[in-house]
């Protein structure tokens, strides 16, 4: 039997397991129904391009779309949360488009959309996959839009774009303006310095010179009041807060060489330095809209988060369902979840049995069984039946509200650190102007030279000190650091995170999908009898618990000829295991308890996961599963031992299986069976103890400890309130990029050391010689330009950084 | 070089620049420009159909500014 290729989606799959359709001469291969009809869906519409724009892509197959609960997007809690309405009288939601896989999918949903009657206007963003819908409410309501994006195997979320989006975009948008004024007015200046430079050496007429020195200063005004604002409103902002930061050195080293330069312009004296005044602002300018950018990336992931909890729940009151907007919900409703939904007020079960995946919350990899009575917290998930609950708290004072408010509260606590060379650079601007002026005041009273050379002399002391160098010694470093990381998938939030993780010294780690996959691996495999590997197959499908995922994996690698059979009566028993029937035969799959209810004899004692696998009464395979650690967790914990940094690790886990991966990655220092605040504290004992620590973490669990601790590293394919709170987000799962990032910044911090040094060290030599009255404006700028070069040449050095990869 | 024609030059070439800059900060301020992958990827599929599409949705948008506008006319006077 040959692979096929399933017409829609474009996965390979065996051409026994497909659907195969004749359509005219064309033989159709399908992997599944929800494939089969999406095709001809979009061949009825007359949209089968899509399929030839797709080129190569492959397409997640369309799962079974639930169409139940489309009711709520129109329900009026909804539309006061997410939906405006514009002055035209039209609606207007965010969307965030699940399932797009490239841009041919964005044509698509864009195509359908235009379609439908009373869509106004829908644009979906390439990059980011979030969609703006306009419609006239008359004709069509929201939830006919969510289903017509549903039908071709796409879904969507509505967010509130209010919150960050909106404030990010502008920023972004008003930079980038800034930086497009600069640099067009470097570019053309540089011409003209040209001719300057060259006049300088060669010989001038005065009056070329000034045309040129006129030309200069047309184009530096902009570029200093327009794109440098950005400076001359930070050091506002600093002032008013008694801090000379940054932005003083830069917009006052900028706006004395801009005022010299008009002084020589008009009394046609000297040379002018408009050159060195854009140059300045642009080279600095550009350093911080980089790390503008970096925010943007953490709001878009930020958004997904909040999109996904529901604004309205199901209430029973007087045996009825109602939905009830979530802030109206009291303490004593009874509450209905079914499978799969979210928890989002705590309670106490009073009908019925399920499954919990806490894993959100206490990072315990293993779903909890709850019964009648039991407590279930927000955040955590039904995973398989449906259930009756009393809310025991409102929304607002429930787990996953205070989380997220504690986390709010945390963000906004955390120390700003103060940056050493700034501060240096903030006392230096002053006294460099002390000593102007002394130097000013003593050659025009204690020499003949007059007030004209005293001025040339003390300005030329301002040019050859500006703090160019010192300026430039960090954010040139700190942009060469980020963009290396960038390069290798790690992403800093912001420049100065770059200092602080070079200065840590203790990392705490988290378990559970950080150092581990999160995911249970079959290691180990008995088959015991003959039996049809389709039905195993077909009973872990129905099952959504991680150990029934991880059969499934193994089943899907080592296996080829399996398909998905139809079975009957599948029950799932709670924390057991699942039974189903098939052609008469019935079939278990689970523990040993659920071997042992029915009255199946197993031999397995291991301290491993089990699932075992019987038909009709007999034992036919058993396996034996566990949480591996991740490809080259080992390699990372002892480079950074090798760093110089201690290790601990952290885990909501129980004893036994933190103390097996510990020794297995050579961990000495273990916390084990912690709740999200004892990770917290455990951050907050280990600051007590004068330490810096790094938090490294995933999961909702994490976020508060990630929040508290000095520098937080996210994994990328964590939540997103982690990648939110952190400092820092590895792109991908690799976790050697821990390391790599300790690499960098560590590097970086000792270039920054070394620009500080330099530039210092200039200073001492130049500005006597500058105070001396040996040097002229024109050489001090020069060689302020070329300490600014040396600079930027030893910030270039850290690109050489060698990895182990 | 005779000052007047260095002026010229300088100003013409100024000015000329001046005018793309200013188209450019036009479209970045118009959120032309937020979608970085749309340059890529978007215009593979710029072709006639959907310039057709866009024909229809401004259409639509029109339809729609009638429809108010005739409803504010004909509204009952407040």
């Known amino acids: 039997m040959a692979d096929v290729k399933c017409t829609h989606c474009g996965l390979i799959f065996d051409e026994s397991a497909m659907i195969i359709e004749k359509e005219g001469d064309k033989t159709l291969f399908f992997c599944c129904h929800g494939c089969q009809g999406v095709y001809h869906l979009l061949s009825s519409e007359g949209l089968d391009t899509f399929y030839s724009k797709l080129g190569k892509t492959t397409l997640t197959p369309p799962r079974n779309q639930n169409f139940e609960d489309l009711e709520k997007f129109?329900?009026?809690?909804?539309?006061?949360?997410?939906?405006?309405?514009?002055?035209?009288?039209l609606n207007e939601v965010s969307l965030i488009i699940e399932g797009i896989h490239c841009s041919a999918c964005v044509w698509l949903n864009e195509k359908v959309l235009h379609r439908t009657d009373?869509?106004?206007?829908?644009?979906?963003?390439?990059?980011?996959?979030?969609?703006?819908?306009?419609?006239?409410?008359?004709?069509?309501?929201?939830?006919?839009?969510?289903?017509?994006?549903?039908?071709?195997?796409?879904?969507?979320?509505?967010?509130?774009?209010?919150?960050?989006?909106?404030?990010?975009?502008?920023?972004?948008?008003?930079?980038?303006?800034?930086?497009?004024?600069?640099?067009?007015?470097?570019?053309?200046?540089m011409w003209i310095a040209v001719a300057q430079y060259a006049g300088y050496f060669t010989g001038i007429e005065q009056e070329h010179k000034n045309i040129l020195n006129v030309a200069e200063f047309v184009l530096a005004t902009p570029v200093l009041f327009y794109s440098g604002w950005v400076f001359f409103r930070g050091a506002y902002f600093?002032?008013?807060?008694?801090?000379?930061?940054?932005?003083?050195?830069?917009?006052?080293?900028?706006?004395?060489?801009?005022?010299?330069?008009?002084?020589?312009?008009?009394?046609?004296?000297?040379?002018?330095?408009?050159?060195?005044?854009?140059?300045?602002?642009?080279?600095?300018?550009?350093?911080?809209?980089?790390?503008?950018?970096?925010?943007?990336?953490?709001?878009?992931?930020?958004d997904l988060l909040t999109s996904t909890i529901p604004t309205e729940i199901v209430v029973i009151k007087n045996n009825q369902k109602n939905l009830v907007a979530l802030e109206n919900v009291e303490v004593g409703d009874i509450i209905e979840v079914k499978a799969g939904e979210k928890i989002v007020i705590d309670g106490i079960i009073k009908e019925g049995a399920a499954s919990f995946d806490e894993s959100s919350l206490t990072g315990e990899s293993l779903p909890l069984l709850k019964l009648i009575g039991d407590n279930i917290l927000s955040g955590s998930i039904c995973l398989d039946s449906t259930i009756r609950y009393e809310a025991t708290k409102d929304s607002s004072s429930s787990l996953l509200h205070s989380i997220v408010t504690l986390l709010e509260d945390s963000i906004t606590k955390k120390?700003?650190?103060?940056?050493?060379?700034?501060?240096?650079?903030?006392?230096?601007?002053?006294?460099?102007?002390l000593i102007a002026a002394a130097t000013f005041i003593s050659w025009y009273y204690l020499s003949d030279i007059g007030f004209e050379r005293s001025l040339i002399i003390s300005i030329s002391v301002i040019v050859i000190a500006c703090p160019c160098a010192l300026g430039l010694a960090t954010p040139m470093s700190t942009l060469m650091g980020i963009s290396l990381a960038a390069k290798r998938g790690i992403l800093f939030k912001e420049a100065s995170n770059l200092e602080t993780l070079a200065k840590c010294d203790i990392a705490a780690l988290d378990k559970t999908g950080t150092l581990t996959e999160g995911k249970p691996k079959v290691i180990e495999a008995n088959f015991l009898k003959e039996f049809d590997i389709s039905l195993l197959y077909s009973l872990v499908s129905n099952s959504n618990h991680p150990i029934s995922k991880g059969i499934k994996n193994y089943i899907a690698q080592n296996f080829e000829n399996f398909k998905e059979l139809k079975l009957g009566d599948i029950n799932s028993i709670q924390a057991k295991g699942i039974s189903a029937t098939y052609n008469g035969?019935?079939?278990?799959?689970?523990?040993?308890?659920?071997?042992?209810?029915?009255?199946?004899?197993?031999?397995?004692?291991?301290?491993?996961?089990?699932?075992?696998?019987?038909?009709?009464?007999?034992?036919?395979?058993?396996?034996?599963?566990?949480?591996?650690?991740?490809?080259?967790?080992?390699?990372?914990?002892?480079?950074?031992?090798?760093?110089?940094?201690?290790?601990?690790?952290l885990t909501g886990d129980h004893e036994k299986s933190a103390k097996n991966i510990a020794s297995e990655l050579g961990i000495d220092d273990i916390k084990w069976g912690l709740l999200p605040a004892g990770k917290a504290e455990v951050i907050d004992d280990l600051h007590k103890q004068n330490k810096k620590v790094i938090m490294v973490g995933d999961g909702i669990n994490d976020s508060i400890a990630l929040a508290k601790s000095d520098i937080a590293i996210a994994m990328g394919n964590g939540a997103d309130i982690a990648i939110n709170v952190s400092d820092v987000v590895l792109l991908n799962e690799n976790v050697e990029k821990i390391a790599e990032a300790l690499q960098i910044s560590k590097r970086t911090y000792k270039a920054i050391k070394e620009n500080l040094?330099?530039?210092?060290?200039?200073?001492v030599i130049a500005i006597p010689l500058a105070v001396a009255g040996f040097v002229y404006p024109l050489v001090s700028a020069l060689?302020?330009?070329?300490?600014?070069?040396?600079?930027?040449?030893?910030?270039?050095?850290?690109?050489r950084l060698k990895f182990k990869k | 070089m005779s000052n007047s024609i260095m002026i010229l030059m300088l100003t013409v070439s100024t000015f000329l620049g001046a005018l793309g800059l200013a188209a450019l900060i036009w479209g970045i301020r118009t959120g032309q420009f937020d979608d970085q992958s749309k340059f890529i990827d978007g215009s593979r599929y710029d072709n006639?159909?959907?310039?057709?599409?866009?024909a229809m949705m401004d259409e639509k948008k029109k339809a729609q500014e009638a429809k108010s506008k005739r409803e504010k006319e004909y509204g009952p006077p407040d």
Do not use: C
């Open chain 2, 48 to 54: 006639e159909e959907d310039l057709h599409d866009a």
């Open chain 1, 118 to 189: 009373g869509i106004i206007e829908a644009t979906i963003n390439y990059t980011n996959n979030k969609a703006k819908v306009v419609w006239d409410n008359d004709k069509v309501k929201l939830s006919r839009i969510i289903e017509v994006i549903r039908s071709i195997s796409y879904d969507a979320f509505a967010y509130d774009p209010a919150l960050q989006e909106v404030r990010a975009l502008k920023i972004r948008r008003d930079y980038y303006s800034r930086i497009l004024v600069a640099i067009f007015g470097m570019m053309n200046i």
């Open chain 1, 757 to 763: 040094a330099l530039s210092i060290i200039y200073n």
């Open chain 1, 238 to 302: 600093g002032y008013k807060n008694r801090m000379i930061n940054m932005d003083v050195l830069v917009a006052a080293g900028a706006t004395l060489a801009y005022l010299y330069s008009i002084y020589a312009m008009i009394t046609q004296r000297g040379e002018v330095y408009f050159d060195s005044v854009v140059m300045i602002i642009t080279f600095v300018l550009v350093g911080k809209y980089l790390e503008v950018l970096g925010k943007k990336h953490a709001v878009d992931t930020l």
């Open chain 1, 74 to 89: 129109n329900l009026d809690g909804f539309r006061n949360k997410y939906v405006k309405v514009n002055k035209d009288g």
């Open chain 1, 415 to 433: 120390p700003k650190i103060e940056q050493l060379a700034n501060s240096i650079s903030g006392y230096f601007s002053v006294i460099i102007l």
């Open chain 1, 585 to 649: 035969q019935k079939i278990f799959g689970g523990n040993n308890a659920l071997m042992i209810d029915n009255g199946i004899a197993t031999k397995n004692i291991t301290e491993n996961l089990v699932f075992n696998f019987a038909v009709n009464d007999g034992l036919v395979a058993s396996f034996e599963l566990k949480d591996t650690p991740k490809d080259g967790a080992k390699e990372m914990i002892g480079s950074l031992k090798s760093l110089g940094l201690k290790v601990v690790m």
């Open chain 1, 783 to 799: 060689s302020m330009s070329l300490s600014s070069l040396i600079v930027v040449g030893n910030s270039i050095r850290i690109k």
